[in-house]
């Protein structure tokens, strides 16, 4: 075997460790066959955390070995994930070595590569090429986002400008797609480390009062155990009791949500129960140990949670509740058994189609609706992110058709999502419908068990208002697109009508003529002056005094005409000695946005304007994701710097 140096070594025997539970040991060689063709691919190249190509690849192969749990070959495509086109082998003789499994990943993978280019203008166009990978095997998403994930455990070694648009984009993109699939521990590990980098301030703020609320916490998971532990035993349950503390990034959404210090988060911790039973009883003896629990310790009943009877769409199955435990602290509580367990843990996804599961947990519905966006007519980047963000985030709500068959939808649904989910023409032509057999308006936000029937008339046409309440992709899509062909057949009769009158007029139709037309109504395009032409909104008579009136000096301003940019406002002059701008671009002024108004001392960083020059920005602007994720070229690392007039005694580096 080719090793280059001891940290090659050590990386391929923790790999081998970590991998010892799901590979066997006489496929090893497979493994160190891997590793040499990597080892002579990759060469002294380095990744944009600065270290060796090689060790990333090692470092990714044994978090999907050890962390996610799978096997021979994702370790293998894991392993030449970063080096598949430079391989000495072509695919015929690897797919001979390695089998034809590995070569399907590794062309996907490298087809979602150059997501990595964080070019705003790709960005959408790659995060859909990531979905569609999901529908050839799931096993490339996991490695992108293991790669993600190593990537982000190593980003304090990456280029400061670097930094803020990949913590972004892991946070936005990635984490909820690891949530998505269930791999919780993936999820909230990237969730941690992006808001390190971008909120630096309160991250620290709760990473050090946990640390110091350490002891007390121990002591009261210990104290609220014991009786517990007592009650199962007696029981006969075959158990454990663990005990987490919540992710830092948790805790600080329950602070901002709720308006709350952090002494006031009432559960910064949970202790899950896992039991040791059979498929038959795992059920009933989870629904057995609630009992324990809540005779024991008062539940808050408004946060019982149960997804053991109906699971989330990722194979997610706990019970979850909330009761006080000893000082009058709260407490969450979770119970499952040990399949349970192994799933929320390793995600679903681990087990999915290479296994031979199929259509557990829902996940080829969710890989269905993914491509329902994907296939959408939706042509704005922003709104194609925006949806699948919503898409993956959100939660579920499950209602009956009046067959009793089971619909599946997202939190906030409406009759109208659903009507649209069983058919669009059936969406199309719905009126209302019926809800646990009471009339209801299409407009209803369905809940979890309705039993819905719908009501539809030929007469019905989608309306646009219909946009501002429906939640799901279908629906909106399908609603856009016969909006679109009606405006589009009523644009075209608007036109006939306007020739028309134009030649009874004695005007000649003509660009001139319609340019001039825009500018007086403030319309962007000819279709749209056509369609409130034809819907009667615009006047014929009003339109020929527009274009018989004499000509004012306005009407000759061409439409394209710039506005004259306005007076740079100077910078605060106590600010102005103490703002470093790295990677300047010359004859480029700056100034404090308005949007934030930063101050002296706050995490800050620059933005590159059109007409303003360099803008600074708080970290935590509202509009800080869709600078960065958006335009992540034209961010540039700004620092407080301390001057012998400074009227404060440390600096911050962004």
Not at 244 to 249: A, E, M, P, W
């Amino acid at each position: 075997m080719i090793v280059g140096s001891q940290k090659i070594y050590s990386g391929y025997r923790a790999l081998l460790h970590a991998a010892k539970n799901t590979v066997a040991a006489e496929e090893n060689v497979k493994i160190r066959r891997a590793l040499d063709l990597a080892v002579a691919a990759c060469g002294d190249k380095i990744t944009l955390t600065g270290e060796p190509l090689i060790l990333h690849a090692l470092s990714v192969a044994r978090i999907i070995a050890g962390e996610v749990g799978l096997g021979l070959t994702s370790i293998i495509t894991a392993l030449l994930h970063d080096s598949y086109n430079k391989l000495s082998l072509p695919p015929k003789e690897l797919e001979k070595e390695f089998g034809k499994k590995v070569v399907e990943i590794l062309n996907g993978f490298s087809r979602i590569t150059s997501i990595d280019s964080m070019q705003s203008s790709y960005q959408a166009e790659n995060f859909r090429k990531l979905l569609l990978s999901l529908a050839d095997d799931v096993r490339v998403i996991l490695i992108k986002l293991v790669e993600r994930l190593e990537y982000m455990r190593n980003l304090d070694k990456a280029p400061e400008k670097e930094r803020l648009p990949l913590a972004s984009e892991t946070y936005f993109l990635y984490a909820p797609l690891a949530h998505r699939l269930g791999f919780y521990n993936i999820k909230s590990e990237m969730e941690d480390l992006a808001v390190k980098y971008l909120e630096p301030e309160q991250y620290n703020y709760v990473d050090c009062r946990l640390k110091q609320t350490t002891a007390s916490r121990n002591k009261l998971i210990r104290d609220f155990s014991i009786p517990l532990k007592e009650r199962l035993e007696k029981q006969g349950f075959r158990f454990t009791i663990k005990s987490r503390t919540k992710s830092i990034h948790s805790i600080m959404l329950k602070m901002k949500k709720q308006e709350v210090e952090f002494e006031e988060v009432f559960d910064l911790f949970a202790v899950r129960i896992i039991i040791e039973s059979d498929s038959e009883n795992e059920k009933s003896d989870c629904w057995r140990a609630y009992s324990i629990v809540t005779d024991i310790y008062q539940p808050n009943t408004s946060r019982l949670r149960d997804w053991i009877s109906v699971p989330k769409s990722n194979g997610y199955e706990s019970l979850h509740t909330t009761v006080v435990g000893p000082r009058g602290k709260w407490v969450e509580v979770q119970i499952r058994s040990l399949r349970m367990d192994d799933i929320a843990e390793k995600g679903l996804a681990a087990h999915f189609k290479y296994k031979g599961i199929k259509g557990e947990g829902g996940l080829d519905n969710w890989l269905s609706k993914m491509r329902e966006i994907l296939e959408s007519s939706e042509k704005d980047d922003n709104a194609f992110i925006d949806q699948v963000r919503s898409g993956l985030y959100t939660d579920e709500v499950f209602v009956f058709t009046p067959k009793g068959d089971l619909r599946q939808l997202p939190a906030g649904a409406t009759v109208l999502d659903f009507a649209f989910d069983i058919h669009t023409a059936v969406g199309a032509s719905c009126v209302g419908g019926k809800v646990n057999g009471k009339n209801v308006t299409i407009r209803y936000v369905l809940h979890n068990g309705d039993h819905v029937s719908i009501l539809r008339s030929k007469n019905q046409k989608p309306k646009q208002d219909w946009l501002s309440f429906v939640v799901t992709t279908k629906a909106k899509t399908k609603i856009k697109q016969v909006l679109n062909e009606e405006k589009t057949k009523a644009a075209a009769e608007g036109k006939e009508i306007l020739m028309r009158r134009l030649k009874n007029w004695k005007i000649v139709y003509g660009d001139t003529v319609i340019q001039k037309l825009l500018n007086s109504y403030s319309l962007k395009t000819a279709k749209d002056l056509y369609y409130l032409i034809a819907t009667e909104k615009i006047e014929l008579l009003h339109i020929k005094e527009v274009l018989q009136k004499e000509e004012s000096n306005e009407s000759i301003i061409p439409a394209t005409a710039v506005p004259e940019k306005e007076t740079k406002e100077p910078i605060d002059s106590q600010y102005s000695d103490y703002l470093i701008i790295e990677d300047r671009v010359e004859g480029l002024d700056f100034k404090l946005s308005k949007c934030c108004n930063p101050v002296f001392g706050e995490s800050v960083f620059g933005f590159v304007t059109i007409l303003d020059g360099i803008k600074i920005h708080r970290k935590n602007c509202p509009n800080a994701y869709n600078m960065m994720t958006r335009y992540p070229y034209r961010v540039v690392v700004v620092r407080w710097a301390k001057s012998k007039n400074s009227p404060v005694n440390t600096s911050d580096r962004v």
